[in-house]
């Protein structure tokens, strides 16, 4: 192969770097652009390019390599075929259908990942690739750049104990370029300037704490919820899908002293008496301090559900702190919601949902505007003004083989900043829920504790 000098000076040719005056998307002014994209588009340089990444380590430790979408995905391509070491596929974006999976392709827990970026800058796009390749329990420990734009990113990932082995730089290429006559003194030292004031400090985004919720709320009903959440240490809420009157009175007793709200299908209790069932459910929520969250999933034109909360024989305007309702109807559906706090559903979490990102997108956009809405319920993040419920959690099972999809509290705190986790079958199934329930919530706290860390990366 041709020196690493020479090599440059051709995959310069292809226009990589640019020198001027350019508005980054932080808004920044930087003398350089940089754009490595042009170097798949010559098979003989991206094969070189691949032979100089896998010359910078040793290669024996590893079983898989991936790239950082989507500049890296050709090379981290020519490096397995230069290599025969196995590629897999990072998604941008978790599937909407079938699998939520976010890695693509063959491999096993535990297996050792060469990861491969372009260009590194803060170092943020890498630090999420690595999150959701170690969330398939798969480690990553060395990461191979073409391009370090030496502005603070090599050092935040090797502060938490990556080895970052990077082919060229941004002073050592403007040393090429200005020996090589292709850059003036003049050039070289603002981009000097440049980088010496530039180190970009990647702040981790961390959720906010109840507490800072609870002073931020706005409806009584929100911070009511992040009270009794603050006070009992638990941000769970037990899902009572019960049929019986009976069943339903026991498990609220059993189940009330650890749980923030008890959430109902009022509508499937066979023997409902609002005096026999509600009047008793209410005097168990008093006594235990938790609310009434009646998930009736609204999705009609205003004047239809205004009927269906106040009339009929639920009345759930007299009892329900707190209901679920679509937002298919549009924002003013949710006007009759005057007296107790709306939760909107924006995505679901069974297999196969018709909640779309562009649906998700427009629900919620409804949600964030209403007065009525206190959170939204989804399987996403959403953001902080209001608050994320998500159901389909269980430490158990994967799923009910009727569609329905779970996930781990720890994984929804960690990765969704989800404010309350809905527990059904994981409690009230189980053969002490009482029992049950003390270990979601304590499960459940420790990972909004841990949630909370700025730092969620562990070695
Ligand atoms: P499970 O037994 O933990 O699977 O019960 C989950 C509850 O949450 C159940 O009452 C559902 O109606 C409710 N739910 C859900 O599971 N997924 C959703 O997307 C929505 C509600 Br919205």
Redesign the pocket.
């Known amino acids: 192969m041709e020196s690493k000098k020479e090599f440059f000076l051709e995959c310069y040719k292809l226009g990589i770097i640019k020198f001027g005056r350019f508005t980054l998307k932080s808004g920044i002014e930087s003398p350089f652009y940089v754009d490595l994209r042009p170097l798949a588009s010559d098979p003989k340089i991206l094969k070189n390019l691949a032979n100089y990444l896998l010359d910078m380590l040793p290669l024996d430790n590893f079983d898989l390599i991936c790239g950082v979408p989507y500049a890296a995905l050709p090379m981290a391509t020519a490096m397995s075929l230069e290599s025969y070491i196995p590629l897999i596929i990072k998604r941008k974006e978790a599937k909407e259908y079938g699998t939520k999976k976010m890695i693509e392709g063959i491999y096993q827990k535990g297996q050792n990942c060469l990861l491969v970026e372009d260009v590194i800058t803060s170092g943020k796009s890498l630090v999420e690739t690595i999150a959701e390749i170690e969330q398939e329990d798969l480690k990553v420990a060395d990461i191979v750049v073409v391009l370090d734009r030496e502005q603070g990113g090599k050092q935040l990932l090797e502060s938490r104990g990556y080895r970052v082995h990077t082919l060229f730089n941004i002073s050592e290429v403007c040393t090429i370029l200005q020996e090589n006559g292709e850059l003036s003194d003049d050039e070289v030292k603002r981009i000097q300037d440049f980088l010496l004031g530039n180190h970009i400090q990647f702040e981790e985004k961390t959720r906010s704490s109840y507490q800072q919720k609870f002073e931020n709320a706005q409806h009584s009903v929100s911070k009511k919820l992040l009270e009794i959440a603050l006070a009992k240490e638990s941000n769970l809420i037990a ?1 009572a ?1 019960v049929t019986t009157t009976a069943a339903l009175l026991d498990l609220a007793e059993k189940v009330g002293p650890h749980i923030i709200a008890l ?1 109902t ?1 009022i509508d499937i209790i066979s023997d409902f008496e609002y005096e026999k069932t509600i009047l008793p459910l209410k005097q168990i929520a008093l006594k235990h301090q938790f609310l009434l969250m009646e ?1 009736r ?1 609204f999705a009609d034109i205003g004047n239809t559900q205004e009927l269906q909360f106040t009339s009929g024989v639920f009345r759930i305007t007299d009892w329900a702190d707190f209901v ?1 309702s679509q937002v298919i109807g549009g924002f003013e559906s949710l006007d009759c919601f005057k007296n107790v706090g709306v939760v909107a ?1 924006v ?4 297999k196969g ?1 018709l909640t779309s990102n562009s649906y998700r997108e427009e629900a919620l956009k409804v949600a964030l505007s209403h007065p009525n809405v206190i959170g939204g ?1 989804s ?1 996403n993040p959403i953001p902080e003004e209001i608050l994320l419920f998500t ?4 430490l158990a099972d994967s799923g ?1 083989g009727k569609g ?1 999809q ?1 996930n781990t509290p720890e994984h929804i705190f960690k990765t969704l900043h989800t404010d309350f986790m ?5 409690i009230y199934q189980s053969e002490n829920p009482e029992q049950a329930a003390l270990i979601y919530k304590n499960e459940g706290w420790k990972s909004y504790l841990n949630s909370l860390e700025k730092n969620p990366v562990e070695h």
């Open positions: 899902s899908d959430k299908h998930d999933k679920t559903i995505g679901m979490s069974s949902t319920v399987q159901p389909g959690v269980n009910d329905q779970y809905i527990v059904g079958r994981g």
